[in-house]
């Protein structure tokens, strides 16, 4: 076997160990390249997802992505992460680069970013552990009232201050507050209530 | 700002809806909050799990060779720790350099004096001593103020090559490193440098390099472990 096939096997080996990323950053900080295409692909399609899903547009979301693992690149070694930590890192520094992007640009070359939640919401087999989290996740945002949902994804994907909801919707900033408020805590109860159920039917599951 | 007021922004906070000057109250507020802290935390695991729940969009081909050959272009990362002397160089070429960031590490020791309270015994109080990880008795000593750190003070720094000097770099709690100042030690090892932040910026520690004093120097860099800052 060639050696960078068995350095390439060997690290694919790390990706099912839980400190993964740790060990994948780590790797990266010594500029090893193999390290930075596995990161990418555990976490590309996700960062892409959230870059188009904002910008609508797949040019404008590469380079978001391509500057968004460069920063990683250059700054792993700064990195003492999770997985979970790396994730949530990963998506904040994205969303905040698509923001960013969009905030600068013409407003009239806005009106081709997607808006469509249930395009983006849209169901995927919930086999799949990720998947599972997903379904949650978009279970709870869809059970929280359309006029929360709003908000938090004109907030959160749309890039917009709660001055700027308050003008398009015709509301007052107070509503939109409350809105985003009730929303985000809407879905925490959901998601709670959700783990406590799976953590009594596997509780129930043992004791048979 | 009032608690019923604060707690109005927590979620668009949470959400990055805030516009900065409204962050910048807040974040404010929060340090002598911790009931607030913990419902903002709350109210960001719910914002920060949104986007797990969009549909995966599939990458253009040919994304992950395109982002491999843009890293292959970019300066490689930093390696671990090596601190020692390098082989040393005509010093002369870098006489401007070094004069550069002598004046700067000067200003930056006045800078942190304006802020810290110096004691009768040169220490400067209201801060808290750490070992310096990766060096035999390296120290820092981490000043605040309102809860922010303002300044450290190094001791035990061994000078660095020639060719070479400390860089601080700040570690924000977004995970991101954001370099800051050069600086070089004085003879006994001491050095001081002023932390001057952006408002907003929230800060969890630091880490310290020494870099070539010339960009294009083949040489890696090298640095002391990140450091976390202790708690006041």
Not at chain 1, 29 to 37: F, N, P, V
Not at chain 1, 133 to 158: D, G, H, I, K, W
Not at chain 2, 10 to 28: I, K, T
Request: proline share 6%; charged share 30%; hydrophobic share 45%.
């Amino acid at each position: 076997m060639h050696r960078r096939q068995a350095a390439a096997t060997e690290l694919w080996r790390c990706v099912t160990d839980r400190d993964v990323v740790a060990r994948l950053l780590q790797r990266v900080a010594e500029g090893d390249e193999e390290a930075l295409r596995l990161l990418w692909r555990e976490n590309g399609r996700l960062a892409f997802t959230i870059a188009f899903r904002i910008l609508g547009r797949e040019d404008r979301a590469e380079d978001v992505v391509q500057e968004l693992f460069i920063r990683v690149w250059r700054n792993a070694a700064s990195f003492h992460s999770t997985r979970a930590g790396f994730h949530t890192w990963l998506t904040r520094v994205v969303r905040n680069l698509c923001v960013d992007m969009i905030r600068r640009e013409d407003p009239i070359e806005r009106a081709g970013a997607i808006t469509d939640v249930e395009h983006w919401l849209s169901f995927s087999d919930p086999v799949d552990p990720i998947a599972v989290n997903r379904f949650a996740v978009r279970e709870a945002f869809l059970q929280v009232p359309v006029t929360q949902s709003r908000v938090l994804e004109m907030a959160y994907f749309e890039g917009l201050t709660y001055g700027e909801i308050a003008e398009r919707l015709g509301i007052s900033t107070g509503t939109v507050k409350s809105r985003m408020r009730l929303g985000l805590r809407g879905m925490r109860r959901y998601l709670e209530e959700l783990r406590l159920g799976e953590s009594q039917a596997a509780q129930g599951a043992s004791r048979r | 700002m009032d608690r019923e007021s604060a707690r109005d922004l927590l979620a668009p906070y949470a959400l990055g809806a805030l516009p900065e000057e409204e962050a910048r109250a807040l974040q404010q507020a929060l340090l002598e909050w911790p009931e607030g802290r913990a419902e903002l935390a709350q109210l960001i695991a719910v914002a920060d799990a949104l986007p797990v729940a969009l549909t995966e969009e599939r990458p253009p081909l040919g994304l992950e060779g395109r982002i491999i050959a843009k890293a292959r272009q970019r300066r490689r990362p930093f390696r671990s720790l090596m601190i020692g002397r390098r082989p040393q160089r005509a010093a002369l070429r870098f006489l401007p350099h070094l004069l550069a960031v002598g004046f700067a590490a000067a200003a930056a020791v006045l800078a942190v004096m304006l802020f810290v309270e110096i004691g009768s015994d040169g220490v400067p109080s209201g801060g808290r001593w750490i070992d310096l990880a990766g060096t035999d008795s390296a120290g820092a000593y981490v000043t605040y103020t309102d809860g922010r750190p303002i300044g450290i003070v190094f001791r035990g720094l061994d000078p660095p090559p020639e060719d070479r000097i400390y860089q601080l770099h700040r570690l924000r709690s977004d995970g991101v490193r954001v370099s800051d100042v050069h600086f070089l030690p004085r003879d006994d090892g001491w050095a001081a440098v002023a932390l001057v932040l952006p408002v907003d910026e929230m800060l969890v520690g630091f880490g310290i390099t020494i870099e070539p004093i010339e960009e294009d120097d083949p040489d890696p860099s090298s640095e002391f472990p990140p450091i976390t800052f202790p708690a006041r």
